[in-house]
Protein backbone atom coordinates (compact mmCIF):
# COMPACT_ATOMS: atom_id res chain seq x y z
CA UNK A 1 0.00 0.00 0.00
CA UNK A 2 1.02 3.16 -0.88
CA UNK A 3 1.23 6.23 1.36
CA UNK A 4 -1.21 8.93 -0.17
CA UNK A 5 -1.09 12.73 0.36
CA UNK A 6 -3.82 13.86 -1.80
CA UNK A 7 -6.28 16.54 -0.66
CA UNK A 8 -8.10 19.00 -2.60
CA UNK A 9 -7.05 22.80 -2.63
CA UNK A 10 -9.88 23.77 -0.06
CA UNK A 11 -8.62 21.01 2.06
CA UNK A 12 -4.88 21.82 1.76
CA UNK A 13 -5.51 25.64 2.41
CA UNK A 14 -7.56 23.99 5.73
CA UNK A 15 -4.85 22.33 6.88
CA UNK A 16 -2.41 25.16 6.99
CA UNK A 17 -4.61 26.74 9.45
CA UNK A 18 -4.63 23.81 11.82
CA UNK A 19 -0.72 23.55 11.05
CA UNK A 20 -0.47 27.17 11.79
CA UNK A 21 -2.71 27.16 15.23
CA UNK A 22 -1.05 23.65 16.01
CA UNK A 23 2.44 25.24 16.01
CA UNK A 24 0.93 28.03 18.53
CA UNK A 25 -0.27 25.59 20.86
CA UNK A 26 3.41 23.91 20.83
CA UNK A 27 5.10 26.48 21.43
CA UNK A 28 2.94 27.40 24.34
CA UNK A 29 3.37 24.30 25.50
CA UNK A 30 6.97 23.48 24.97
CA UNK A 31 6.61 20.59 22.26
CA UNK A 32 8.69 20.28 19.78
CA UNK A 33 6.52 19.22 16.69
CA UNK A 34 8.25 20.41 13.24
CA UNK A 35 5.83 22.17 11.26
CA UNK A 36 6.49 19.48 8.63
CA UNK A 37 5.83 16.53 10.23
CA UNK A 38 2.62 17.71 11.66
CA UNK A 39 1.65 18.67 8.09
CA UNK A 40 2.44 15.79 7.06
CA UNK A 41 0.83 14.38 9.49
CA UNK A 42 -2.71 15.70 9.43
CA UNK A 43 -2.46 14.98 5.54
CA UNK A 44 -1.78 11.49 5.86
CA UNK A 45 -4.19 11.05 8.32
CA UNK A 46 -7.18 12.65 6.18
CA UNK A 47 -5.98 10.75 2.99
CA UNK A 48 -5.44 7.40 4.38
CA UNK A 49 -8.63 6.29 5.93
CA UNK A 50 -9.82 8.80 8.28
CA UNK A 51 -11.12 11.90 6.58
CA UNK A 52 -11.14 14.88 9.20
CA UNK A 53 -13.89 17.75 9.25
CA UNK A 54 -10.54 20.52 8.84
CA UNK A 55 -13.51 23.13 8.86
CA UNK A 56 -14.64 21.77 12.00
CA UNK A 57 -11.45 21.15 13.36
CA UNK A 58 -10.11 24.71 12.89
CA UNK A 59 -12.81 26.33 15.16
CA UNK A 60 -12.36 23.94 18.05
CA UNK A 61 -11.45 24.96 21.81
CA UNK A 62 -7.73 24.48 22.45
CA UNK A 63 -8.86 21.44 24.36
CA UNK A 64 -10.56 19.77 21.80
CA UNK A 65 -8.44 20.82 19.29
CA UNK A 66 -5.10 19.68 20.99
CA UNK A 67 -6.62 16.41 21.23
CA UNK A 68 -7.18 15.26 17.69
CA UNK A 69 -3.93 16.87 17.12
CA UNK A 70 -1.92 15.40 19.04
CA UNK A 71 -3.84 12.36 19.18
CA UNK A 72 -3.09 11.48 15.64
CA UNK A 73 0.51 12.94 16.21
CA UNK A 74 0.80 9.93 18.82
CA UNK A 75 -1.15 7.25 17.09
CA UNK A 76 -0.53 7.74 13.44
CA UNK A 77 1.45 4.99 11.51
CA UNK A 78 3.65 6.86 9.71
CA UNK A 79 4.35 4.41 6.98
CA UNK A 80 0.28 3.87 6.01
CA UNK A 81 -0.98 6.79 7.71
CA UNK A 82 -3.36 4.59 9.45
CA UNK A 83 -4.62 5.63 13.60
CA UNK A 84 -3.80 2.74 16.04
CA UNK A 85 -4.81 1.71 19.58
CA UNK A 86 -8.23 2.86 18.41
CA UNK A 87 -7.75 6.52 18.81
CA UNK A 88 -10.42 8.06 16.72
CA UNK A 89 -10.43 12.05 16.27
CA UNK A 90 -13.41 13.52 17.64
CA UNK A 91 -13.48 15.77 14.33
CA UNK A 92 -13.50 12.55 11.74
CA UNK A 93 -15.81 13.66 8.89
CA UNK A 94 -19.05 11.93 9.65
Given at each position: ???????T???????????????????????????????????????????????????????????????I??????????????????????
Amino acid sequence: MTLSFACTKDESALIAKAVDRAMKLADEMGLDYPRMDCHMDLTACHANGNPLDFARLVDADDFNFSHDVLGIRRHIDRNTGKLLDCFSPRFSQR
